[in-house]
């Protein structure tokens, strides 16, 4: 999706909620609510490690390895806020907005195979990130208790970041982009508890699953570094599974 495509849906949902929140009337049907959190498991590879598992190289044959994102990535979070808007004792409307913030790692992607035995060839993941904007419904199954357990649904937008890396081969540092960035559709299942310490104020655990649409590809030709061809170089849709710890406060 192009830039300026990214740009009118991310101010399109940001306007529709803040309309909403401005259409709301303050009272005890309207809370708001402060996350942080961060992705417990990331499942899923760049690439099956069978595209291209050996590729031949003037210094030798080079054996490539499955790339996966929880080895590509660590020290993952996620913050942000819901308003959300009780319809009756059960069923809450809410809209949100995350950040997550994935910090890249450095591993070894493969091994070039020479007369004298294996060198590895290393990689230096870039830092990413995305941004996101659901709307959404939760519905509790013990209102009026201090402690309520719930399940939601929510569909929304989320702003991704190229995917980048730098490569190291034969001391040789090369900057591959493995996927651009851009904006794609994402959905939303959760489950959880809040609890109700004080009058308006709860405290929420959040347990979720989100699927991420595919990247678009990148047509950089260093991809063959990584045992990628350009023609297969999209970072495929994927699941995430948030934990978030929340504070909310009531109108």
């Not at 499955?66 to 806020?81: E, I, K, P, T, W």
Request: charged letters at 20%; aromatic letters at 8%.
């Amino acid at each position: 999706m192009k830039t300026s495509h990214t740009s009118m849906i991310a101010v399109a949902l940001a306007c529709g909620a803040a309309g909403a929140a401005q259409a709301l009337p303050l009272s005890d049907q309207t809370s708001v609510e402060l996350f942080v959190g961060g992705n417990t498991v990331m499942p899923g590879s760049f690439h099956d490690g069978s595209s291209a598992p050996l590729d031949s190289a003037p210094g030798g044959d080079i054996a490539f390895d499955r790339v996966h994102f929880d080895s590509a990535y660590d020290n993952r979070y996620a913050a942000g806020a819901e308003l959300d808007y009780a319809v009756d004792d059960r069923l809450t409307g809410f809209a949100r907005a995350a950040y997550s913030q994935f910090d890249g790692r450095s591993r070894d992607v493969g091994s070039q195979i020479t007369g004298e035995g294996r060198v590895p060839i290393g990689a230096n993941f870039d830092d990413n990130h995305m941004r996101q904007l659901d709307l959404g419904a939760r519905y509790t199954f013990a209102p009026g208790a201090r402690l309520r357990p719930f399940v939601g649904l929510g569909l929304g937008a989320a702003d991704l970041a190229a995917t980048r890396a730098t490569i190291d081969e034969s001391g040789t540092a090369t900057r591959v982009e493995l996927a651009k960035g851009g904006t794609v559709f994402e959905q939303r299942v959760e489950t959880g508890l809040q609890f109700s310490p004080l009058p308006n104020f709860d405290l929420r655990l959040t347990a979720a699953a989100l699927h991420l649409g595919g990247q678009h590809a990148s047509d950089d030709p260093n991809l063959d570094l990584l045992g990628i061809s350009p023609s297969r170089s999209t970072v495929g849709s994927r699941w995430d599974y948030p934990a978030e710890l929340g504070a909310v406060w009531h109108f």
